[in-house]
């Protein structure tokens, strides 16, 4: 079992900055990838950025330039640096692990909101 918390939301201003963390405990799969996705209201959830164990990343169009994900495998925690937010960035963020070789993430986070005001 794995357990995923996620902190660092809150309100911001357009153009501002947060900095969202999620750590891991519990039984880790050495070969992981950690995915951050965020749901808006009355929106679908949406893959924002994605880092596997390795360290390769990806990111969803819409925050390429903004956004940055980065992990410490030795602390187990997946951070999300995002920068310039836009008011359509507004949304509840939640970490999420996928197991090797499979997309469709096996543990969430209980998810974070994110607001940002115009």
């Known amino acids: 079992q794995v357990q995923l918390v996620e902190s660092g939301g809150g309100l911001v201003q357009a153009g501002g900055s947060l900095r969202l963390s999620c750590a891991a405990s519990g039984i880790i799969p050495r070969i992981n990838t950690i995915n951050w996705y965020r749901q808006a209201p009355g929106k679908q959830r949406e893959l924002v950025a994605a880092?596997?164990?390795?360290?390769?990343?990806n990111y969803a169009d819409s925050v390429k330039g903004r956004f940055t994900i980065s992990r410490d495998n030795a602390k187990n925690t997946v951070d999300l640096q995002m920068n310039s937010l836009k008011p359509e960035d507004t949304a509840v963020y939640y970490c999420a692990l996928s197991l090797f070789g499979r997309t469709t993430p096996a543990y969430w986070g209980q998810g974070t909101q994110v607001t940002v005001s115009s």
């Open positions: 880092i596997t164990s390795g360290g390769s990343s």
